[in-house]
């Protein structure tokens, strides 16, 4: 929780990881080349006091973990978001299994999502099921460019995808956290593209899909789709950090997606490890539109900043939240 200036925060980290980008676990060049772009990330969008050396970008601790989520984060319930890349990467970067070990130790903090990958066929849609079962799973992180063999990458419209967007259903997993944003070395930008998104989001109205990255550098595409499909998310990850190198543009980015969407259907991430929430926490609700975007965007009340950081995430994935800030959404809906 949050606090300042007489109001309260529940927050709800929406996309967090807990990788191994060492050197022994990189499997070859690309490895070691997806673990720097991260790094570029990080040291060019983080304020100064917040800048890790590349030996700890690599891995962190579980207390390492801990205490930037928890301890001094405000971060209230964080979700793990896999990113396996094990082409990439020996063991997997981030697999559902890395971060069961240790939500695993402390349920009381972490929500485990799964993943899944068409080009896996049949024997993937067995396993969704497994890992299902083993994490009761509320939601799965895709990533459509990642290389598996010879292929650079699939499309939520493939036939596969459809099957397994099926499954989900049948299983009961509602949520589809889906990486469209930018292109991280070596893969192609245009297999994050975000044109897919519009049709599986009409076929699938039971489902939520949460645009990771709300399709920067394509948000204009996002927000068009996002308008008319009512099922369809924008999370801030990668979009957060520019609060503080490029408050301007991140107003701008805000302000589209307020126009466009609503309050409701935006959510906060800090991508941890890539950024800590902390001081992005701090930023966004000392934040306010510029005076002369506010004709055109509004402006950014404490009621809207709760959504954000927390009440609409708790929302899809049925996180319960404190009876005082429940009290003080059922006020605003009536």
């Keep these: 929780m949050y ?5 309260k925060y529940f927050i709800v980290d929406g996309h967090v990881h807990f990788w191994d980008g060492t050197p022994e676990n990189q499997a070859n060049r690309y490895g070691t080349g997806f673990l720097n772009c991260f790094y570029d990330y990080h040291r060019n969008l983080s304020p100064a006091d917040a800048l890790w050396s590349l030996e700890h970008f690599q891995k962190q601790s579980e207390a390492d973990v801990l205490h930037d ?12 978001q896999p990113t396996y890349l094990t082409d990439f990467f020996v063991n997997g970067f981030n697999t559902t299994e890395q971060d069961g070990a240790l939500a695993e130790k402390h349920p009381d903090k972490f929500i485990v999502n799964g993943s899944w990958d068409p080009r896996d066929g049949e024997a993937g849609l067995a396993e969704l099921a497994n890992l299902a079962d083993r994490w009761q799973l509320k939601g799965v992180k ?26 989900c259903l049948e299983l009961g997993i509602r949520n589809i956290h889906i990486h469209k944003g930018p292109t991280i070395y070596p893969l192609n930008r245009d297999a994050f593209d975000v044109a897919d998104v519009d049709d599986v989001a009409t076929a699938f109205p039971e489902l939520n899909f949460i645009v990771e990255h709300v399709g920067l550098p394509r948000l204009e595409d996002f927000c ?15 979009a957060m950090p520019f609060i503080h190198s490029r408050p301007r543009y991140f107003a701008q980015i805000l ?25 992005l926490i701090e930023k966004f609700v000392d934040f306010q539109i ?28 049925d996180i319960e939240v404190p009876a005082e800030l429940r009290a ?7």
């Design 69 to 80: 989520l928890f301890e001094v984060g405000y971060v209230d319930k964080a979700i793990f």
């Design 290 to 317: 510029p005076a002369d975007l506010q004709s055109e965007y509004g402006t950014l009340t404490p009621e809207v900043k709760r959504k954000i950081l927390g009440l609409n995430m708790a929302r899809l994935y």
């Design 224 to 238: 068009w789709i996002a308008t008319q499909e009512p099922n369809v998310y924008g999370g801030l990850a990668v």
């Design 3 to 7: 606090a300042k200036d007489g109001e």
């Design 142 to 167: 895709l990533y459509t460019a990642e290389w598996k063999g010879n292929s650079k990458g699939w499309k939520l419209t493939d036939p596969w995808s459809y099957r397994y967007l099926e499954k």
């Design 255 to 279: 302000g589209e997606l307020l126009y466009w969407l609503d309050p409701d259907r935006i959510t906060f991430a800090s991508d941890y490890a890539i950024w800590t929430p902390k001081w």
């Design 328 to 334: 003080s959404e059922e006020v605003m809906a009536s």
